[in-house]
Nanobody, 116 residues
Framework: QVQLVESGGGLVQAGGPLRLSCVAS????????VGWYRQAPGKEREFVVG????????FYSDTVKGRFTISRDSAKNSVDLQMNRLNPEDTATYYC?????????WGTGTQVIVSS
């Protein structure tokens, strides 16, 4: 059974950085698409950033491009999200998601709160 566990969320002041991590168990990332999504209170879940594990190709939403960076770590079987210049509009629960041949799997999320 594939499981994803996110960590690194918390409270941060506007303008500050935060780093999230998504660790997978039950599966070693291979030809997978791994993405970060977020859901703010009262809003729908939205795509943030993604990466193709096999070649490292990345793609970002326009709202985070230039501020957020996704990276992969084969040794830890994890995907990290470095978030810089955070603003209150980034406040949300952040979810990791993997798409692979067996389907899609979501983590339980980690909360990020950006204070103004």
């Amino acid at each position: 059974q594939v499981q994803l566990v996110e960590s690194g969320g918390g409270l941060v002041q506007a303008g500050g950085p935060l780093r999230l991590s998504c660790v997978a168990s039950g599966r070693t990332f291979t030809n997978d698409r791994v993405g970060w999504y977020r859901q703010a209170p009262g809003k729908e879940r939205e795509f943030v950033v993604g990466i193709w594990w096999n070649d490292g190709e990345t793609f970002y939403s326009d709202t985070v491009k230039g501020r957020f960076t996704i990276s992969r770590d084969s040794a830890k079987n994890s995907v990290d999200l470095q978030m810089n210049r955070l603003n209150p509009e980034d406040t949300a629960t952040y979810y990791c998601m993997i798409s692979y041949s067996g389907g899609d799997t979501w983590g339980t999320g980690t909360q990020v709160i950006v204070s103004s």
